[in-house]
């Protein structure tokens, strides 16, 4: 007689992160460091003299409204796909689409004011160099986020983020979260620290 011993089924995964949070945390800080690196750098820069004052286009305020409305969109995409309400991840991944591109489109402007107020990117003025190379480098970040967003989107459509599917949504909307609170950050910075 053969006797069977009932084992328990043990996940032998080991525990930790998982790599590709891991990896996105990564990239995350190391964003953190590339930007503090910049406004460093903006502050040493400013006390060695010879320093443009400038006003700070109004389309940077008006977008900063626009960044924190795509990641109200963004959560509420991440909410309805844990509770499996398709539809209304679909809308509000589209709506953070929408948003995120208005928002490049609105930095553009801001811009196209500074260089109608004579604020160029050159030596000649370190003050709008430095505000075009820590925004133009934020939308940099936007544009990846852009594409994620889209990503996700697909993946939405495709039905592959639902309740029990939920790591890719999950990492995007980290990262968009981190874009907007990013932003908020610089502009702050950049309206205090002129």
């Not at 995409?77 to 509770?83: G, H, L, Q, R, V």
């Not at 553009?108 to 000649?124: D, E, K, P």
């Amino acid at each position: 007689m053969i006797q069977t011993i009932n084992k328990p089924i043990v996940d032998e995964r080991e525990p930790g992160v998982e790599p590709k949070k891991f990896v996105l945390w990564l990239l995350l800080v190391s964003s953190v460091m590339l930007f503090a690196g910049f406004t460093s750098a903006y502050i040493v820069r400013r006390g060695e003299g010879e320093w443009v004052v400038f006003e700070l286009p109004v389309m940077f305020m008006l977008s900063t409204g626009v960044i924190v409305l795509s990641s109200v969109f963004m959560q509420w995409a991440y909410i309805s796909a844990k509770k499996d309400e398709i539809l209304n991840s679909k809308i509000g991944l589209l709506v953070t689409l929408a948003l995120g591109l208005l928002f490049g489109v609105m930095q553009y402007w801001g811009w196209s004011q500074m260089v109608y107020n004579s604020i160029y990117f050159g030596f000649a003025n370190p003050s709008g160099s430095f505000v075009y190379v820590i925004t133009g480098l934020h939308v940099a970040h936007v544009v990846i986020g852009i594409f994620y967003v889209l990503a996700i989107l697909i993946q939405t459509f495709q039905y592959k983020v639902h309740k029990k599917a939920l790591r890719a949504i999950s990492m995007c909307n980290t990262y968009w979260h981190f874009v907007g609170i990013l932003w908020i950050y610089l502009y702050v910075f950049l309206l205090l620290n002129r």
